[in-house]
């Protein structure tokens, strides 16, 4: 993008007359709703596993088994795009509140499921459309509550606000992967293997309590002082100028997401299957899930540390040397899983397992999301943000499909294990040379920075600035 010809004056957000809980809640209200991504996503993981038990026919051999899990991305891509527009065009407290609505509402029908007179296929199906409609809500998340969530964080303290935007955001998505995978063990343990049919509708419908739990914190949320300066609410945006300005950073970003999105979904949706396929079938419920908690828990290390090391050295760098080294270990992973793939030696294998998915979320985990919100114009943000993560989620819905496939069609079961990891790796080490070569450098200011850059770029091409800014905020000054 061009650089301003100008600097234009805006004042500092961070120096505004409020106390460190009225900067720091509209943070954790915006961003801590996905906990319900990663809580949704995750357990339909162990649930496909539950189902796969008590239907071998109905459900393991037949198309059932991918739909209910790749269903609910298609879902999220939806909500996604429409509440980009939404979020921009509207609202960003009411589209967040809306998708809050349909998260709760959803994920209590999906809890009860039920075929018409009793019907499997029935059965499946319902749970199909509702995980769809589920996903409309867990996109809606995305630009509307990030989005928010990064524009809260200018009004924090210079120096501490990646770290932030990623405890509330990624962080959150991380925790509800590991309740996700804690839940159902501890279920089945609660419900034995005998009443597995309570057990997966226990699991779902735990999902209702973190949206309804966030409802009315969200519901006293004010817009975010930034969205109230710059937005084109009121007036008609110039989609041309902005797609001249911002493609190709896009379409970069866009690239980055999908290819994190197609491996860690993918991983995490079937870590219990692989799991159960080292242990072995004679092996307990109980011990597969739990055995997936323990690798979903080295998320955490990863994301939280990761989101300092975004304070440290740039969302840029850190999202590089992260997707890199994920990458090395894949392949180092991939290479000794005939040795690792035994009963005998499953602890080395989580451990190597969850050391790759912790440099995932280290690196673009943690910096995928902060560089969408955070590398264009508060104008257009909720819809630039909105296309990048629909483009990360097209990725997970394709890696649910594709893992299956490549697992398949492998000419033995070490390589139907190996392969992946070798898809992943190599992805991994490309999307490290995009981040690293053609994404920005993103500091402490650079929401307010791409806010004046934008504006004299506008100023440039002759639009008048003056009709940004929602119009009860134009009329205070």
Known sequence: MDKPTEVLSVPALDHTHK????????????????FSDGYLNGVIGSVNTILSRLYPVDYKQSPARQNVTAITFAGTVLGQLVFGYLSDRWSRKWALMLSTIILIIFAALATGSYGAGGSISGLFAALTAYRFLLGIGIGGEYPAGSVACAESTSELKSGTRNRWFILFTNVMIDIGFVVS?????????????????????????????????LFYLRLKLQEPEEFKR??????????????????????VV???????????????????????VVLGDSAPLWKTFGWNVIIVVFYLPGAIGGSFLSDWIGPR?????????????????????????????????????????????????DNIGLVASKTSATAIRGQYYGVAAAVGKIGAFVGTYVFPIIENNAPNPTRSAQDPFFVSSALCIFSAFLA???????GQETITEEDVKFRAYLERQGWDTRQLGAKEFREEQ
Request: one cysteine or more; hydrophobic letters at 50%; aromatic letters at 14%.
């Open 19 to 34: 106390g460190r809980w009225e900067h720091l809640w509209p943070t954790i209200a915006c961003g801590a709703g996905l």
């Open 181 to 213: 995978a804690l839940v159902p063990m501890i279920l089945v343990l609660i419900f034995t293997e005998d009443h597995l049919r309570a057990t997966w509708r226990v699991a779902l419908g735990l999902g209702v309590i973190p949206p309804l739990s």
């Open 230 to 251: 710059e937005t084109m609410r009121d007036t008609k945006t110039p989609y041309l100028l902005v797609l001249r300005c911002y493609g190709l950073r896009l379409l």
């Open 254 to 276: 866009s690239t980055i997401w999908f290819i994190y999105d197609f491996s860690a979904y993918s991983f995490g949706i079937y870590s219990s299957d692989i799991i159960a």
């Open 317 to 365: 760098k850190a999202l590089a040397y992260g997707v890199f080294a994920q990458g090395i270990v894949g392949f180092v992973m991939a290479g000794a899983y005939p040795q690792l793939a035994t009963p005998a030696n499953i602890a080395g294998f989580v451990v190597i397992y969850g050391i790759f998915l912790s440099l995932g979320e280290l690196g673009p985990g």
């Open 436 to 442: 690293y070569f053609l994404l920005p450098e993103i």
